[in-house]
T-cell receptor, first 112, second 111 residues
């Protein structure tokens, strides 16, 4: 069964450092997303991406965040200068034409 | 009013019980709705989608009431493996598949 894969599963970084979270969406999907979940809180939308550009982004997705699809398979989320409050589980998701989102297993980001 | 509201629970039910969760949403223009299941520290997994009045899949039934703007999930004959957090999810009708998640309802099925 096709799945969304994310690497790394865990990332520990120092405050102020840049991190890149990586995702390989399901191969025939066209829409890509990043969500995050702070421990004990709800899943929150960050950004959606289609046709090589951002479709929509939330208030959380400020200038410190960026996304990129550098090749035909990877979809990355970059946080330029991490803050303590960026500590969360980051989920990548993808969908096809049926609008059903499938999530990766997540990257747990810990900012120290 | 929040986009999506759920009773956080927890719901503790014995095996074999029937349990129902409700969810209300604020945007009357929303057309499709989803229930996801999330196990502890895992990713959300799609359980059911609801596009019309309801959907049934085995022991699970989802119903939609557009007039009252609520969605329900009914689980019959609960199994231990049903223990999880159930997330009510509503796409925001902006055409970009921005999903709004409820806070989730925690279910524990007790032997």
């Amino acid at each position: 069964e096709p799945e969304v894969t994310q690497t790394p599963s865990h990332q520990v970084t120092q405050m102020g450092q840049e991190v890149i979270l990586r995702c390989v969406p399901i191969s025939n999907h066209l829409y890509f997303y990043w969500y995050r979940q702070i421990l004990g809180q709800k899943v929150e939308f960050l950004v959606s991406f289609y046709n090589n550009e951002i479709s929509e982004k939330s208030e959380i997705f400020d200038d410190q965040f960026s996304v990129e699809r550098p090749d035909g398979s990877n979809f990355t989320l970059k946080i330029r200068s991490t803050k303590l409050e960026d500590s969360a589980m980051y989920f990548c998701a993808s969908s096809g034409s049926d609008d059903l989102l499938f999530f990766g297993s997540g990257t747990q980001l810990s900012v120290l | 009013r929040k986009e999506v509201e759920q009773d956080p629970g927890p719901f503790n039910v014995p095996e074999g019980a029937t349990v129902a969760f409700n969810c209300t949403y604020s945007n009357s223009a929303s057309q499709s709705f989803f229930w996801y299941r999330q196990d502890c520290r895992k990713e959300p997994k799609l359980l059911m989608s609801v596009y019309s009045s309801g959907n049934e899949d085995g022991r699970f039934t989802a119903q939609l009431n557009r007039a009252s703007q609520y969605i329900s999930l009914l689980i019959r004959d609960s199994k231990l493996s049903d223990s999880a957090t159930y997330l009510c999810v509503v796409p925001w009708p902006t055409g970009a598949n921005n999903l709004f998640f409820g806070t989730g309802t925690r279910l524990t099925v007790i032997p």
